[in-house]
């Protein structure tokens, strides 16, 4: 990986702040971002910096994106000695949110590792993208990859998605009021201009 931007060269303004948490998106940023924050209300948010998503949601990905902040810092070679700060963690991870809508919504380059992770090319005003949800206690709420249903707390487990057909098989036949089922639906997309030069 070449080298990249130091928060030394973030600081004397030789790098943009888009520029210097984009180079810690990685695959796996994205990927937990769009699994703990959710496609839909990614692409729903209306905010410039994201903050119609609770802070929460950012919060609990701290230590997941903060350990490839220091993957990526290590490989680059940019010698830093701090490691990753909750911050650096949020306008990492709201970079990845902002570069799925972008993606989604046509601004920009298609981006070959958004297309592998969300499955769908760049999109255009009037296309839709395939959305998959579970109502759960009368919310829908976007499933994560491969999920099959949505299982809700018992006195032997708690709440849980459940991947497999054979757990999700053995579930319904011993309580069936325990699942509400992945469903899908082509859904339209809402495609507005996105600022790129945004703090996180």
Not at 37 to 49: A, C, F, N, Y
Not at 50 to 66: A, K, Q, V
Not at 69 to 81: A, F, H, S, W
Request: glycine letters at 8%; one cysteine or more.
């Amino acid at each position: 990986m070449a080298k990249g931007w130091t928060r030394d060269q973030r600081m004397c303004d030789e790098c943009t702040h888009e520029e210097y948490f984009r180079q810690f998106v990685t695959s796996a940023v994205l990927n937990t971002v769009r699994l703990a924050v959710g496609l839909e209300r990614i692409m729903e948010s209306t905010d410039p910096h994201l903050n119609d998503i609770p802070m929460g949601c950012w919060d609990r990905m701290e230590h997941s994106i903060g350990q490839e902040i220091i993957k990526v810092k290590r490989e680059q070679g940019l010698g830093e000695r701090r490691g990753y700060s909750n911050s650096d963690a949020v306008c990492t991870a709201k970079q990845a949110a902002r570069m799925m809508q972008e993606h989604l919504r046509g601004v920009g380059k298609e981006n070959p590792t958004l297309v592998d992770l969300l499955g769908v090319r760049t999109v255009r005003q009037g296309d839709t993208y395939r959305l998959k949800t579970a109502l759960i206690n009368g919310v829908e709420t976007a499933a994560p990859a491969g999920a099959l249903a949505y299982k809700y707390a018992d006195p032997v487990s708690g709440a849980r998605w459940v991947y497999g057909t054979e757990d999700a098989g053995r579930i319904a036949q011993e309580d069936p009021g325990l699942l509400e089922w992945v469903k899908e639906r082509d859904e339209p997309v809402r495609v507005e201009t996105v600022t790129t030069e945004q703090e996180g």
